[in-house]
């Protein structure tokens, strides 16, 4: 198993595997989108011996009334339905956190698992003072800093990149 950045030539294989991951298309339409929308953008795939077998998108987010802050958004992660639970998620969102990390991002957030993201440091939003620009449980909507303090004291919203409403 490879864990290495998207090319264009992957880009039917990732729309596959986020087709085949969530119930709807609606995820595999958010990536088209935000991959033609928004930058810079992370997305890197999980491949096995040429076969496409996850993916996971990061994507710049704003946190309203702090502009200096670079935080990233997770979303969406995704791996193929047989592959399921034999760490190829684990082993994206540790590559992908490491490659924001390079880019200087100070803080990742993320809508998802509340059982999943914690293993990899991610911790409830409001205990940083963040809520999402969308109605979601506090539980769902989790944080990480990687380095301390860089979200100390700039409580609010954090807003995604326009193409997540048209998704």
């Not at 198993?1 to 090319?7: T, V």
């Not at 803080?107 to 409001?126: E, I, K, N, Q």
Request: net charge negative; with cysteine; glycine share 10%.
């Amino acid at each position: 198993m490879h864990i290495r950045a998207e090319r264009q030539d992957d880009v039917p294989a990732v729309r596959a595997v986020n087709v085949a991951a969530f119930e709807t298309s609606a995820e595999a339409d958010l990536v088209d989108l935000v991959r033609e929308r928004a930058s810079p953008i992370i997305s890197l795939v999980a491949d096995d011996d040429g076969a496409v077998v996850g993916h996971i998108l990061f994507s710049p987010v704003t946190l309203e009334g702090h502009p200096e802050v670079r935080v990233a958004g997770l979303a969406p992660m995704a791996v193929v339905p047989s592959r399921q639970h034999q760490g190829i998620g684990s082993l994206l969102v540790h590559e992908g956190l490491a490659t924001c990390r390079q880019l200087g991002f100070g803080a990742v957030v993320v809508l998802g698992h509340a059982d999943f993201y914690p293993r990899f440091g991610f911790t409830p939003s409001t205990r940083f003072g963040l809520r999402s620009e969308y109605d979601v449980p506090e539980d769902v909507f989790m944080a990480l800093e990687f380095e301390g303090g860089v979200l100390r004291g700039k409580s609010g919203t954090i807003r995604y990149h326009p193409a997540f409403g048209t998704a």
